[in-house]
């Protein structure tokens, strides 16, 4: 479905709440630009509002939009002229010739395109053949590369954990170097704590270097965790194997074979 289509407008608050460049524009300005992006939400040209060439009356492109916008807005001409003014000075929006648009907006039209050619190629049986040549195939996995620009993905290999985070220009990839014993060792000596690095170390090895049902980011966080539940800690007793309450199930080294987890009662009757 075209975002054109869709009866709500994907508004993104915390980026709307924290735009510098629309912090500078008065309340007038911000009230108008709301109900401006509202316009552009059901423009036939998603994000955009075209002049025509009959609503071209004066020598002043701003003026000649605040015309055309006037007739579809409840503020008068001097008020969306202002506005405008503030808005494409601020570069909250842009004016391009014949063009005003909202630069967030085409791009999330863009992608919205992408994504769904890249549903119907890979979704459709009847546009696949069932004898791909090279050229099809690659086609295919541009779209879905393309469509995907703002996904995070979070996949496992055999040595490190890779963490993506695409955001188009600009966007970095973070990369998990597992650590070695020694690395560990090192870090818990440093912290002065009384983690096992060893136990540690297979703990990880063994649930996938996941923290919950995460890829690990920053193992010595993780080495933190244990120190402040008191995990592998001897001077605390029961084993060495103090659970903190606040400790989750899948960052727990499993159960000290002969332990017990029931209470002795040491009272008086």
């Known amino acids: 479905m075209a975002l054109r289509d869709n009866p709500y407008l994907p508004l993104y608050v915390q980026d709307f709440l924290t735009d510098e460049k629309l912090a500078e524009c008065s309340a007038e300005a911000t009230g108008v630009y709301i109900r401006l992006m509202c316009l552009m939400h ?6 955009q509002i ?3 060439q009959k609503d071209k009356q004066t020598d002043n492109q701003i003026k000649n939009f605040a015309l055309k916008i006037s007739k579809h807005l409840p503020y008068s001409e001097e008020v969306i002229t202002r506005s405008l003014v503030e808005l494409v000075d601020e570069k909250v929006l842009t004016l391009s010739d014949d063009t005003l648009y909202q630069k967030r907006m085409v791009l999330d039209n863009e992608i919205s395109i992408k994504r769904s050619f890249a549903g119907k190629k890979g979704g459709n049986p009847s546009l696949i053949s069932l004898n ?3 050229s099809n195939e690659e086609e295919l996995a541009n779209t879905n590369e393309q469509a995907n620009t703002d996904i995070e993905s979070e996949y496992i290999n055999d040595n490190d954990i890779i963490v993506e985070s695409k955001g188009g220009v600009g966007g970095k990839t973070r990369t998990f170097k597992q650590p070695t014993l020694d690395e560990v060792a090192a870090y818990c000596k440093e912290r002065g704590n009384n983690v096992d690095p060893q136990q540690w170390i297979d703990h990880y090895t063994a649930n996938g270097w996941k923290v919950g049902k995460n890829p690990m980011k920053d193992w010595k966080a993780a080495v933190r965790t ?17 659970r903190a309450t606040g400790a989750t199930a899948t960052d727990r080294p499993a159960a000290v074979p002969g332990s017990s987890s029931k209470k002795t009662f040491t009272g008086t009757l």
């Open 42 to 47: 059901k423009s036939e040209q998603y994000g």
């Open 50 to 52: 075209l002049l025509k």
């Open 132 to 134: 791909k040549n090279t």
């Open 226 to 242: 244990w120190e402040r539940n008191g995990i592998n800690d001897s001077s605390n007793g029961n084993n060495g194997q103090k």
